[in-house]
């Protein structure tokens, strides 16, 4: 009880919390007071000054609970609320990438994302052998209209797109992208799982998190709600609804289900190598393991006779 009076002295002194202590120690003064008053009449003196002891207790650690709570809300506002750690498919030490899950997620990117982000480091090439066959990677770039150019007149021209075309990007510039979208930039999507901390998990937290402004908060006009944003507000409004996106394995497009291939999709973009990386690591340590072990024989083998022998030193003869 003293390490609280003091620490409660320690924080008047810094002059914080200092208000909420006292109030809290006013508030539960008197009732203590009150219920010392019934006892008798000699115990009432020190029973008081317990109650003025338990009263700076109580009163110091609501003070401290209040300074966490602030210095954690604190952190959430500016920072954006924990994203979690949801258990992605992929996630284990030998688990891949969810490939159809990968497809449905581009799926959901070229029909939803794809009208105000690009994704300039994907190209339909990339697709290849990871969501799409070859001849289905060439037809949809063949369904974009590329624009090309100068030919031998200078003139640009437009094509239909071809395997080495990246995906197409919905507008021309940062300037077009900042004055269709109320002056924020949709950034470019390639690379945001690595870009922002614990990436995957933080686009399909944001993506879900969408919420009415607590009470208290006001959001300004244009911007959106959303905790899981750095500072709360963000300008993209909810993308993803139920039955929004249409897949063509037939998997029902929930928007957690969206929500969860997209962002496995954008994980895959940001790490590509990811599948292979798990599988050369498995390679390697199973030769490093297997050679470790001759490795081992030999050196018994060349070490025996000499940690075994047995030298005799005869003086005498
Ligand atoms: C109507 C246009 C629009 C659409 C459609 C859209 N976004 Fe956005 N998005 C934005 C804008 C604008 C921002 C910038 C927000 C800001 O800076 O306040 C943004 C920001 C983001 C961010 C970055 C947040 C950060 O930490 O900087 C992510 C991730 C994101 N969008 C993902 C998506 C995904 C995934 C989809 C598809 C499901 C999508 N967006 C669809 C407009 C859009």
Redesign the pocket.
Do not use: D
């Given at each position: 009880m003293r390490s609280s009076a003091l620490l409660l002295r320690a924080l008047r002194g810094s002059g914080l919390a200092s208000c909420a202590a006292e109030d809290a120690a006013h508030k539960v003064m008197p009732a203590l007071a009150r219920a010392a008053s019934t006892s008798a009449a000699a115990t009432a003196r020190p029973a008081a000054s317990w109650a003025s002891r338990a009263a700076s207790a109580f009163g110091a650690a609501a003070a401290l609970a209040g300074l966490t709570t602030v210095a954690a809300a604190d952190h959430e506002a500016e920072h954006g609320l924990d994203s979690g750690a949801w258990p992605w498919s992929h996630s284990g030490l030998l688990d891949s990438y969810d490939h159809a899950s990968i497809r449905r997620g581009y799926q959901?990117?070229k029909q939803?994302?794809a009208?105000?982000?690009s994704m300039q480091y994907i190209h339909f090439r990339d697709l290849v052998g990871v969501a799409y066959t070859e001849e289905e990677a060439k037809a949809m770039a063949a369904e974009e209209e590329i624009m090309d150019g100068p030919n031998d007149e200078g003139e640009m021209f437009e094509r239909p797109g071809r395997l080495s075309d990246p995906l197409p990007a919905p507008y021309a510039n940062e300037q077009a992208a900042r004055y269709a979208?109320?002056g924020?930039?949709?950034?470019d999507?390639s690379l945001?799982c690595a870009a922002?901390p614990n990436g995957t998990n933080?686009?399909f937290s944001?993506?879900l998190g969408y919420k009415e402004p607590p009470a208290g908060i006001s959001v300004r006009e244009g911007?959106h709600y959303n905790p899981y944003?750095?500072g709360g507000?963000?300008?993209?409004?909810r993308?993803?609804a139920d039955g929004g996106v249409e897949y063509d394995d037939g998997t029902p497009s929930s928007s957690s289900q969206?929500s969860k291939d997209?962002s496995t999709f954008?994980a895959w973009a940001a790490a590509p190598e990811h599948d292979e990386r798990k599988l050369v690591g498995v390679k390697a340590l199973t030769v490093i393991g297997i050679m470790w072990c001759f490795a081992l024989y030999q050196k018994r083998l060349k070490w025996a006779p000499l940690k075994s022998r047995r030298v005799v030193v005869d003086v005498v003869n």
């Open positions: 959901v990117y939803v994302c009208a105000c982000h979208n109320g924020a930039y949709p950034p999507l945001i922002r933080y686009v944001l993506l911007l944003f750095p507000a963000i300008a993209m409004p993308m993803l969206q997209v954008l």
